[in-house]
T-cell receptor, first 112, second 112 residues
Framework: NAGVTQTPKFRVLKTGQSMTLLCAQD?????MYWYRQDPGMGLRLIHY???????AKGEVPDGYNVSRLKKQNFLLGLESAAPSQTSVYFC???????????FGPGTRLTVL | TQLLEQSPQFLSIQEGENLTVYCNSS?????LQWYRQEPGEGPVLLVTVVTGGEVKKLKRLTFQFGDARKDSSLHITAAQPGDTGLYLC????????????FGGGTRLMVKP
C-alpha cells in the first residue's frame, strides 16, 4: 500500500495564480483532511470530508476550495494565490473520526 | 491564541537525559493524540489517550492524560538521537465534530 500520497511535492506560484493540490489514499478511508503547517502554529485544518461527495470547512478555509468526487481523492484548490498562503500543506485520511490520521509527505508551496 | 498550548517550544538535550513535554488547554477533550514528525515528512501517530488519568507507555515514552481531560504530558526517559523530531499533541473536541486541534509543537533535538 502506498498510504497517502500528495502531488506535487514543491511548487512556486506568483500572486494571483491558481493551482490544485492532489491527495490520494489507498486505504479505503472515509475521512480526508487538508491541513496547513506554519512555524510554531502546528497544523491547522483547512477543509475536510466525511465521505465521497461531501466537504466541510475547517478552521482556516478562506482562499481555498476542495472537492471529493472519488472516495480515494481529495483535491485542494487555490483560485488566486496570496503570499499568506505560503506554507506546507498536508493531507491526511482516517477510517473513523476521531481515529488515527495517516498523513501524506506534504507539499511545500511558496507564493511570491 | 491556540486552543492547545505546548511547552516548551524548543528543547535541546544530551543523549541519556530525561525530558517532559506538556500540552495544556482550557477545553475538555474526548481524546488526545500525540504525533511525531520528522523533517520533510508528515506526522506519525504515537499514541491515543481517551480516559482521564490514563497512562500509556511506549518503550521509553510515557504519556499521561490529565484527570480532567484538559491536559497531557509526554515523558521520555534516557533520550536518544533517534528521538529528535517535532512532537505534536492533538485534541478532539466533541462539539466541534471531533475534529482534531493541534498544538504548536515541541521541537526536540537530542545530541549524541
Amino acid at each position: 500500500n502506498a498510504g497517502v500520497t500528495q502531488t506535487p511535492k514543491f511548487r512556486v506560484l506568483k500572486t494571483g495564480q491558481s493551482m490544485t493540490l492532489l491527495c490520494a489514499q489507498d486505504m479505503n478511508h472515509e475521512y480526508m483532511y487538508w491541513y496547513r503547517q506554519d512555524p510554531g502554529m502546528g497544523l491547522r485544518l483547512i477543509h475536510y470530508s466525511v465521505g465521497e461527495g461531501t466537504t466541510a470547512k475547517g478552521e482556516v478555509p478562506d482562499g481555498y476550495n476542495v472537492s471529493r468526487l472519488k472516495k480515494q481523492n481529495f483535491l485542494l484548490g487555490l483560485e488566486s494565490a496570496a503570499p499568506s498562503q505560503t506554507s506546507v500543506y498536508f493531507c491526511a485520511s482516517s477510517y473513523h473520526n476521531p481515529d488515527t490520521q495517516y498523513f501524506g509527505p506534504g507539499t511545500r508551496l511558496t507564493v511570491l | 491564541t491556540q486552543l492547545l498550548e505546548q511547552s516548551p517550544q524548543f528543547l535541546s538535550i544530551q543523549e541519556g537525559e530525561n525530558l517532559t513535554v506538556y500540552c495544556n488547554s482550557s477545553s475538555v477533550f474526548s481524546s488526545l493524540q500525540w504525533y511525531r514528525q520528522e523533517p520533510g515528512e508528515g506526522p506519525v501517530l504515537l499514541v491515543t489517550v481517551v480516559t482521564g488519568g490514563e497512562v500509556k507507555k511506549l518503550k521509553r515514552l510515557t504519556f499521561q492524560f490529565g484527570d480532567a481531560r484538559k491536559d497531557s504530558s509526554l515523558h521520555i526517559t534516557a533520550a536518544q538521537p533517534g528521538d529528535t523530531g517535532l512532537y505534536l499533541c492533538a485534541g478532539a473536541v466533541g462539539n466541534a465534530g471531533n475534529m482534531l486541534t493541534f498544538g504548536g509543537g515541541t521541537r526536540l533535538m537530542v545530541k549524541p
